[in-house]
């Protein structure tokens, strides 16, 4: 069974790094994207951006390119969501998610698998 669990939230100093990690376990094949989500209050669930798990090819919303990276390490089935210079407006609930897919990660993949996401509250 597919699962991921998401480590990493909580208060953070506005100006300051976080990252969040999203341990996968009982994927069946190889080929597979991971996802970043977001979601505010009020406000609608947005991308942040995704993971290829072979090739480590990753897209970015637009928002998120410069401040935010995307790694993983496949010893550790983990993928990570650094943060830099965390804003305000960063704050959110944060998930991870992940779909198979035999091409290249792409933002309107349907995501099937998620986390039970974390809190991210910036303080200022």
């Known amino acids: 069974e597919e699962q991921l669990v998401e480590s990493g939230g909580g208060l953070v100093q506005a100006g300051g790094p976080l990252r969040l990690s999203c341990a996968t376990s009982?994927?069946?094949?190889?080929?597979?994207?991971v996802g970043w989500f977001r979601q505010a209050p009020g406000k609608e669930r947005e991308i942040v951006g995704c993971?290829?798990?072979?090739?480590?090819?990753?897209y970015y919303a637009d928002f998120a390119k410069g401040r935010f990276t995307i790694s993983s390490d496949n010893a550790k089935s983990t993928v990570y969501l650094r943060m830099e210079a965390v804003e305000p407006g960063d704050a959110a609930v944060y998930y991870c998610?992940?779909?198979?897919?035999?091409?290249?990660?792409?933002?309107?993949?349907?995501?099937?698998?998620w986390s039970q996401g974390t809190q991210v509250t910036v303080s200022s």
């Open positions: 009982g994927f069946t094949f190889e080929s597979y994207c």
């Open positions: 998610a992940a779909q198979y897919v035999q091409g290249q990660c792409r933002p309107q993949l349907v995501f099937h698998y």
């Open positions: 993971i290829h798990s072979i090739d480590k090819s990753t």
